[in-house]
């Protein structure tokens, strides 16, 4: 069983930044993806960057040019660099990982950005 685990989330002033991480651990059978979604109160969960296998990268429009992903295949782990953060950005970010086989999902971790 895949596990992924958050790690990075917090409280930050507009105009700020935050380094999200996700690291996974279990048997990933021939990796498709990871990549962060967040959800805010009353909204539906929307992705937000996501960074295959062999490192395409693809980003939400409402971020691109601020967050950047990377990953760091060796030790399963999925990177999320936020800068110039805003308060539109204050959610729950939760990081997926996708197998051949199934969508796995981190329990989330809060970001609030205060204006």
């Known amino acids: 069983q895949v596990q992924p685990v958050e790690s990075g989330g917090g409280l930050v002033q507009a105009g700020g930044s935050l380094t999200l991480s996700c690291a996974a651990s279990?048997?990933?059978?021939?990796?498709?993806?990871m990549g962060w979604h967040r959800q805010a109160p009353g909204k539906q969960r929307e992705l937000v960057a996501a960074?295959?296998?062999?490192?395409?990268?693809n980003y939400a429009d409402s971020v691109k040019g601020r967050f950047t992903i990377s990953r760091d295949s060796a030790k399963n782990t999925v990177y999320l660099q936020m800068n110039s953060l805003k308060p539109e950005d204050t959610a729950v970010y939760f990081c997926?990982?996708?197998?051949?086989?199934?969508?796995?999902w981190g329990q989330g971790t809060q970001v609030t950005v205060s204006s």
């Open positions: 997926i990982v996708a197998d051949w086989g199934s969508n796995y």
């Open positions: 279990g048997n990933i059978l021939s990796l498709r993806f």
């Open positions: 960074i295959t296998s062999v490192g395409t990268t």
